[in-house]
């Protein structure tokens, strides 16, 4: 079974398996919050950003606030998330230029050109504020797109380019959500459950 074949298989039981697949993260419908908020999540749980971003907000306000405010309040909320001081950077410069330029792009360019968005970030928006096509290269899709050998490529860039070849527009963002989830609660980093895995009878099982 080659890496196309494989794929037509994940689309068709990843949504059975996981029809609660969605992005984890609360942000009220609003793209900028999700957007500082995505940046919050690097090396850190979603239930962690979802417990600290409330009160940063409630801290700084709104964006404004959040632009203007001293580096110690924002590090101060945001002390558990890890790299604090980095992401308090980041999130600050992010909230600058959102507020420089009055709302969130929609497009790949504009989205990486704000402090501390990569494409991981950008997809996230894309896919779940603005409804486009998106393949979201977190750690777990990462992870699921090596042992499933749907790339061997390791760069997160590469692998969202190769799957997006694989994947029909359409499905993209699911696809994203579904494999997470996957990686989440079954094809762990440590001791996946291989047993137990409704796609074991595909699965080559690379670096397992």
């Not at 957007?35 to 919050?40: K, V």
């Amino acid at each position: 079974m080659n890496s196309k074949q494989r794929v037509a298989v994940l689309l068709e039981r990843l949504p059975e398996m996981y029809p609660d697949a969605r992005c984890l993260l609360d942000y009220d419908h609003d793209p900028g919050r999700l957007l500082i908020s995505t940046i919050l999540s690097a090396r850190t749980t979603d239930s962690a950003v979802n417990r600290a971003a409330p009160v940063l907000w409630e801290r700084v306000g709104d964006m404004r606030g959040l632009a203007e405010a001293d580096l110690e309040v924002i590090e101060e909320v945001i002390h558990p998330l890890g790299f604090f001081r980095a992401k308090a950077k980041s999130i600050r410069s992010a909230a600058r230029w959102l507020v420089e330029r009055g709302s969130v792009p929609e497009s790949m360019e504009e989205l990486v050109s704000i402090p501390g968005v990569g494409r991981k970030t950008a997809n996230v928006l894309r896919g779940e504020a603005f409804d486009k096509p998106a393949i979201i290269v977190d750690t777990h899709v990462g992870r699921l797109s090596g042992r499933l050998d749907l790339t061997r490529a390791k760069d997160p860039d590469r692998i969202e380019k190769k799957l997006g070849e694989l994947v029909p527009s359409d499905r993209q963002t699911a696809f994203s959500h579904q494999l997470g989830f996957h990686g989440r609660r079954v094809c762990t980093a440590r001791n996946p459950s291989c047993g137990t895995c409704g796609l074991s009878d595909i699965c080559p099982r690379r670096g397992v």
